[in-house]
């Protein structure tokens, strides 16, 4: 199967702990990138990496970082956790930033 | 940075009417305005997407109007169903490496009842 996947699906822990989510993707696409979706449906690019550059949104606070091994994995790992960091976090992929496939989420809750 | 708008933010009509979403953005240097319908519970799904370069495209029941001179963009619905039920997000994207101006607007709830 082609797709876009993330896990886990859910995740709940408390302020201050650290947090790891993954992705991969099995499109062959050479872009990926991380978005934050709020209670609203608000949706927040975070970073999008390809095989030559990572691009940070300049808003995103230094406890995130994103992790990648190669063009299909692209994590997201979270030092300590606050309680705003609860959230959707939508991974995706795309050929050449044009129509990007989205992984289901994984939903975030900070106690 | 760049901002999309959209209106309405929400929407109810009756199936087999026909609907318009307006989509605004303000930096000129976007030139690709794909379009994704997040139905409940599922994944963010691509449905149309348009280039600078054009005025319009359909695909099926969605038609996508494209103004460069205003910035606006606008998705027509026709003969909705059930199925349409969703939010539809715009977004505009540079596509020149410079993703962290890749912006969506904020989605219009569309409901159709049956």
């Known amino acids: 199967e082609t797709a876009v996947f993330q896990t886990p699906n859910y995740h709940v822990t408390q302020v201050g702990n650290e947090v790891s989510f993954n992705c991969k993707q099995t499109?062959?696409?050479?872009?990926m990138y991380w978005y934050k979706q709020d209670s609203k449906k608000l949706l927040k690019i975070m970073f999008s990496?390809?095989?030559?550059?990572?691009?940070v949104n300049e808003t995103v606070p230094r406890r995130f970082s994103p992790q990648s091994s190669d063009k299909a994995h692209l994590n997201l790992r979270i030092k300590s956790v606050e309680p705003e960091d609860s959230a959707v976090y939508l991974c995706?992929?795309?050929?050449?930033?044009?129509?990007?496939?989205f992984g289901p989420g994984t939903r975030l809750t900070v106690l | 940075g760049e901002q999309v708008e959209q209106l309405p933010s929400s929407l109810i009509v009756q199936e087999g009417a026909s609907v318009l979403i307006n989509c605004s953005y303000t930096d000129s240097a976007s030139v690709y305005f794909p379009w994704y319908k997040q139905e409940p519970g599922k994944r963010l799904q691509f449905i149309i997407d348009?280039?600078?370069?054009?005025e319009r495209k359909q695909n099926q029941r969605l038609t996508l109007l494209f103004d460069k001179k205003t910035k606006h963009l606008s998705l027509h619905i026709t003969a909705t169903q059930p199925g349409d039920s969703a939010i539809y997000f715009c977004s505009a994207n540079p596509l020149s490496g410079s993703f962290n101006k890749l912006t969506f607007g904020a989605g219009t709830r569309l409901a159709v009842c049956p």
């Open positions: 348009i280039r600078s370069n054009m």
């Open positions: 995706a992929s795309s050929l050449r930033g044009y129509e990007q496939y």
């Open positions: 990496y390809n095989n030559k550059q990572l691009i």
């Open positions: 499109l062959g696409h050479d872009t």
